[in-house]
């Protein structure tokens, strides 16, 4: 199952992730300068809206490949968007190949059950305790 630890010292606001099976891939997560960081690495929300995109794409070719069809590329672009109280994700999908408009509609709608798709439109209880 998936798992990453979160680690931040004294520089604001850098924080050290290690994640992975065996906790092999490393990566930084920051804020921007108009939050108080550096921009040393994507902040929270994007990676948030890079593990919905990169779900999205590999689900989509998973299937592409199962159904043989000649799909080149996929890409998402997606966006979180805060507006007042009300907050959402605005997902594009361009879908590149020799598909006509009724594959990409498949896929379109394959899109809105990914696994992560269906995580953040169900929500998740996050139980948080002291070590």
């Known amino acids: 199952m998936a798992h990453a630890r979160a680690s931040i010292g004294t520089v604001d606001y850098a924080t050290a992730i290690v994640t992975g099976h065996d906790g092999h891939h490393k990566l930084t997560v ?3 300068p108009e939050l108080g960081g550096k921009d040393a690495g994507p902040a929270p929300y994007d990676l948030l809206t890079s593990a919905l995109g990169a779900c999205t794409v ?20 997606i966006h979180f968007v805060r507006e007042g109280d009300k907050q959402r994700i ?7 190949g020799a598909v006509d408009n009724e594959q990409k509609k498949r896929m379109a709608d394959i899109a809105e059950r990914t696994p992560v798709t269906l995580t953040l439109k169900g929500g998740l209880e996050i139980r948080t305790k002291l070590a």
């Open 90 to 96: 605005d997902r594009v999908l361009t879908i590149e």
């Open 30 to 32: 920051d804020e921007g």
């Open 58 to 77: 590999i689900t989509l070719r998973m299937y592409a490949e199962r159904k043989q069809w000649p799909v080149t590329a996929v890409h998402a672009d």
